[in-house]
């Protein structure tokens, strides 16, 4: 029953992060530093599932790095310098 429980709090809240709107996004810092937080985060996040696995209490880390991920890819993406495919 506690599992039940766990999973519908993740998916509420992911439901609640995935809602928002993308011009939310402040991306304040250079691509080079988004680089370097992805990889600290997905770290983080692999050890979040790990745990998670482990112990359901760990679930709400998971889609905390989830969510930070998400973001932290769409703010490196966004700042990419763009390639030209002309040649």
Do not use: F, W
């Not at 999973?7 to 810092?29: G, N, R, V, Y």
């Not at 997905?42 to 969510?67: F, H, I, M, W």
Request: glycine share 2%.
């Amino acid at each position: 029953m506690a599992k039940l429980g766990i999973a519908i709090a993740t998916a509420l809240i992911l439901c609640a992060l995935t809602s928002a709107p993308a011009a939310a996004l402040e991306c304040k810092h250079t691509p080079a530093q988004y680089v370097e937080a992805l990889r600290h985060l997905e770290a983080a996040a692999a050890k979040a599932r790990t745990l998670a696995e482990q112990n359901p209490l760990y679930e709400s880390d998971v889609a905390y790095y989830g969510a930070v991920l998400r973001d932290t890819r769409a703010c490196a993406k966004t700042l990419a310098p763009v390639v030209s495919a002309s040649r």
